[in-house]
């Protein structure tokens, strides 16, 4: 089963996201999450993009058909980000609640973090360049940021009218999507 995926401008994007309960069953929501982001063609997804507000995201690297990307397949449960590290590089980013719009944005690296899986099973790993990239930008999203809020006050400005569309639902998307503004 998929989700719609919540648009731009819906405030549980911008909301701290809360810890699940350790023990709590999410197979079949981790499954359903799964699904959603594969029919978008996204390489990750958070919980609050679906309209839940809890400390969960998914990533599967595949869709980039990179070598390195094939096996990067994980749940990330309750993640504690413990230290990002060494230089900044800039790439441009997307979003599946905020289409058609993608931008610059720089970012450390390198990342270690801690984290549980849908079994509940701890682990704590380091990640770099594009694998650290991906598990930021969902990390934000359960932090309540998006990819957008990285952005300049004057680049965010330039993109004002094209993130009114968006969340009017006037653009074009081949997944489901729910749109705050849509009349
Ligand atoms: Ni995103």
Redesign the pocket.
Same mark, same amino acid.
């Given at each position: 089963m998929t989700y719609p995926i919540v648009a731009y401008g819906d405030p549980v994007l911008k909301k701290r996201a809360e810890e699940i309960e350790n023990g709590t069953d999410l197979k079949e929501l981790v499954e359903n999450m799964f699904e959603t982001m594969h029919n978008a063609q996204g390489i #990750? +997804?958070?919980a609050p993009?679906i309209g839940k507000s809890i400390r969960l995201f998914v990533i599967d690297g595949a869709a980039l058909e990179e070598e390195d990307m094939m096996d990067f397949k994980r749940v990330f449960v309750n993640p504690v980000i413990l230290e990002e590290f060494d230089e900044e590089w800039a790439f441009e980013e #997307?979003? +599946?609640?905020?289409p058609t719009i993608r931008e610059n944005v720089s970012r450390n690296s390198k990342l270690k973090i801690k984290y549980l899986d849908e079994n509940w099973n701890e682990h704590e790993e380091e990640f770099d360049g594009m694998k650290a990239r991906i598990i930021q930008?969902?990390y934000?999203?359960i932090e309540g940021i +998006?990819?957008i809020d990285h952005l300049s006050s004057f680049k965010k400005r330039l993109l004002k009218g094209k993130l009114t569309n968006i969340s009017k639902g006037n653009v074009s998307v081949d997944y489901r999507m729910k749109f705050p503004l849509r009349k």
């Open positions: #990750g +997804l958070a993009q #997307g979003c +599946l609640s905020i930008h969902e934000d999203h +998006l990819f």
